[in-house]
């Protein structure tokens, strides 16, 4: 029993610390937002050039087919390589770390963390 109590204090000592050396809340919900609106502007971009690939793909894959068609599925050695099949874009859950460490550094000399952001920054 005695030494749960003894971790949990402990524990509790560091996620204080932790706490105190955070992100506001209010900066850290800016970051996200501002980090997810621009993923989400990139993979729009990128849906709409996957949706075109996917149209050209179904034009492919037809021809493709017409194409083997005289080696039956008995030769399937002598087909040609299918086209390649569209990647959907994966861009919302991109993280470019590089910009993610500037605006949260920004963030901590912003909210008085500035000791913090140095300290982190000498390590590098």
């Known amino acids: 029993v005695g030494l749960s109590f003894r971790k949990n204090s402990i524990s509790?000592?560091?996620?204080?610390?932790v706490n105190l050396n955070r992100v506001p809340r209010e900066q850290r919900l800016a970051i996200?937002?501002?980090m997810y609106r621009d993923n989400l502007d990139r993979w729009?971009?990128?849906?709409?050039?996957?949706k075109t690939e996917c149209s050209r793909f179904a034009e492919m894959w037809q021809q493709w087919r017409?194409?083997?068609?005289?080696?039956g599925p008995q030769n399937r050695a002598l087909w040609p390589p299918h086209p390649p099949i569209p990647q959907?874009?994966?861009?919302?859950?991109?993280v470019d770390s590089k910009w993610l460490e500037a605006a949260v550094l920004t963030a901590l000399r912003d909210?008085?963390?500035?000791a913090l952001?140095?300290?982190?920054r000498?390590?590098?």
């Open 88 to 94: 959907y874009p994966h861009d919302l859950t991109r």
């Open 66 to 71: 017409i194409s083997i068609l005289p080696w």
């Open 32 to 34: 996200l937002a501002l």
């Open 122 to 124: 000498r390590r590098r």
């Open 117 to 120: 952001a140095e300290k982190y």
């Open 44 to 50: 729009w971009v990128r849906y709409r050039e996957y």
């Open 111 to 114: 909210s008085g963390r500035a």
């Open 12 to 17: 509790q000592k560091i996620m204080h610390e």
